[in-house]
């Protein structure tokens, strides 16, 4: 097995108040360099002043994967991990279990020199879990997947639990950090519960219609009943930005953010939102 080394940063990361501009997030990317720049690009962003945070899986399936690593610093463009980056860093550390990582796009990253496959595994390596970004209403939460028991006291108290043996170089197969990993990269009840709460309802289906259609339209509000809500209100952040299941617009229900919207197909375009508009 390989031994990667790096400067982990905390595997939650606190993100302070941006004075300067806007904070951008985006769902999965997924290799799509051309894509996100494009519409960064109709956004008018500032690379001087806003910044722009990804909900991982950041790489596989489009032809751009290098580049979106080479993009993500974690000053102006920052990233948590996602399941494909996971599966990535598992591939290099030990090629026998790559079939994972290869079935789902990940062809690319095998095709390169094992140095260029050390440096890109050792800096997804790297990257936080979770991050908290501060703005005016409150901490705003990003993490790839889910958020197990609706809690962010309880993303923050699975992610201290593994913080020690991820930074010091355990495998993904570590039981805390497997747990961690089926819960917050993996996971995908919460996205599950909006599509029976909501996205399977015919009249729903023609609203999402009839807002993907309107133009400069933002995200699609999902609107029920207390009960209905609930799981998305999640305790102890202002809202949480997620990705890893497709849904077919930019959504929020109660305080959760789905964004993963890009396949590639025409018309498709990356879910991208603005957390600290005022």
Not at 178 to 197: D, F, G, I, K, M
Not at 220 to 225: E, I, N, S
Request: net charge negative; hydrophobic share 40%; glycine share 8%.
């Amino acid at each position: 097995m390989a031994v990667l080394r790096g400067s982990p940063v905390s595997t939650l990361l606190k993100v302070g108040l941006n004075t300067t501009g806007r904070d951008f997030v985006v769902g999965d990317v997924h290799g799509h360099f051309s894509q996100l720049q494009h519409q960064l690009k109709l956004l008018q962003f500032d690379g001087n002043s806003d910044r722009l945070f990804c909900v991982g899986d950041v790489v596989d399936r489009g032809e751009e994967s290098e580049a979106m690593l080479e993009l993500v610093d974690q000053r102006r463009c920052f990233s948590v991990l996602g399941n494909h980056e996971a599966m990535m860093i598992a591939g290099f550390e030990k090629p026998e279990d790559a079939g994972l990582h290869l079935s789902n796009g990940g062809e690319w990253f095998y095709r390169l020199p094992r140095t260029r496959q050390q440096r890109y595994a050792e800096q997804a390596r790297t990257w936080p879990w979770a991050i908290e970004i501060e703005t005016s209403r409150g901490p705003v939460g990003l993490v790839h997947a889910n958020v197990p028991q609706s809690s962010w006291h309880e993303v923050s108290k699975q992610l201290q639990a593994m913080a020690a043996d991820w930074q010091a170089g355990a495998p993904l197969t570590s039981h805390a950090i497997e747990y961690a990993a089926q819960n917050l990269l993996w996971n995908r009840t919460l996205v599950l519960r909006l599509y029976s709460e909501f996205l399977e309802s015919e009249a729903n289906k023609r609203r999402i219609v009839a807002h993907w259609q309107s133009p400069g339209s933002d995200e699609w509000v999902a609107q029920g009943t207390v009960s209905q809500l609930a799981p998305f209100d999640i305790e102890g952040v202002a809202g949480v930005c997620m990705g890893h299941t497709y849904v077919p617009v930019p959504i929020r229900a109660g305080r959760c953010h789905f964004l993963d919207t890009y396949r590639g197909d025409p018309g498709e375009a990356l879910g991208i939102i603005c957390i600290n508009a005022s």
